[in-house]
Antibody
Framework: QVQLVESGGGLVKPGGSLRLSCVASGFTFSDYYMTWIRQAPGKGLEWISYISTGGSNIYSADSVKGRFTISRDNAKNSLFLQLNSLRAEDTAVYYC?????????????WGQGTLVTVSS | QSALTQPPSVSGSPGQSVTISCTGTSSDIGSYDRVSWYQQPPGTAPKLMIYGVSNRPSGVPDRFSGSKSGNTASLTISGLQAEDEADYYCSALTSSLTVVFGGGTKLAVL
């Protein structure tokens, strides 16, 4: 069955960097757009960024543009999110999710999430 | 892009029906029929319940239904069950090809 497993979260100081990974299995990873979505503690969901199947199309939320970079390695069935210049307000659980169909805005499978805590 | 507007909480008794609204703009909900709904019990990842305004993925009970009128989408849960207690989020594709979520609605089954 479809599995998405995130890793790479942890405690980082303001201004620091972190790289999140998401390993996919149970489906043909290269056929699907992939997305990162985050959820601050006790708050709602916030869409971060998505990447097309080949990686040529990327869209990101204004809140992370210039700081976060999404990428993928189809040979390794992996999705990444590079987080730079981290701020306290970036503290959240970060989920990777598979998009049902390209530009559908619908996510039919989610990982369990990885927690990023930004604090001095 | 501003979040979609949902009521913070709704409640109902077992067997009753509840409806959760999700209000956006002509740049998101009003632009496309690409509205989705997710269920998130505490401590778990969101689960897709409705996509394309009114379509149910395989395995989602037909007690869950979705609709849209203008810039407002709705999720209706009929025959409420205790297991339906969770947070519910709507989302919509925007005209900028980004995605916006609602603030979430906590459903209490009394």
């Amino acid at each position: 069955q479809v599995q998405l497993v995130e890793s790479g979260g942890g405690l980082v100081k303001p201004g620091g960097s972190l790289r999140l990974s998401c390993v996919a299995s149970g489906f043909t990873f290269s056929d699907y757009y992939m997305t990162w979505i985050r959820q601050a503690p006790g708050k709602g969901l916030e869409w971060i960024s998505y990447i097309s199947t080949g990686g040529s199309n990327i869209y990101s939320a204004d809140s992370v543009k210039g700081r976060f970079t999404i990428s993928r390695d189809n040979a390794k069935n992996s999705l990444f999110l590079q987080l730079n210049s981290l701020r306290a307000e970036d503290t959240a659980v970060y989920y990777c999710a598979r998009e049902l169909r390209r530009t559908s805005g619908t996510y039919d499978n989610w990982g369990q999430g990885t927690l990023v805590t930004v604090s001095s | 892009q501003s979040a979609l507007t949902q009521p913070p909480s709704v409640s109902g008794s077992p067997g009753q029906s509840v409806t959760i609204s999700c209000t956006g703009t002509s740049s998101d909900i009003g632009s496309y029929d690409r509205v989705s709904w997710y269920q998130q019990p505490p401590g778990t990842a969101p689960k897709l319940m409705i996509y394309g305004v009114s379509n149910r993925p395989s395995g989602v009970p037909d007690r869950f239904s979705g609709s849209k009128s203008g810039n407002t989408a709705s999720l209706t849960i009929s025959g409420l069950q205790a297991e339906d207690e969770a947070d519910y989020y709507c989302s919509a594709l925007t005209s900028s090809l980004t995605v916006v979520f609602g603030g979430g609605t906590k459903l209490a089954v009394l």
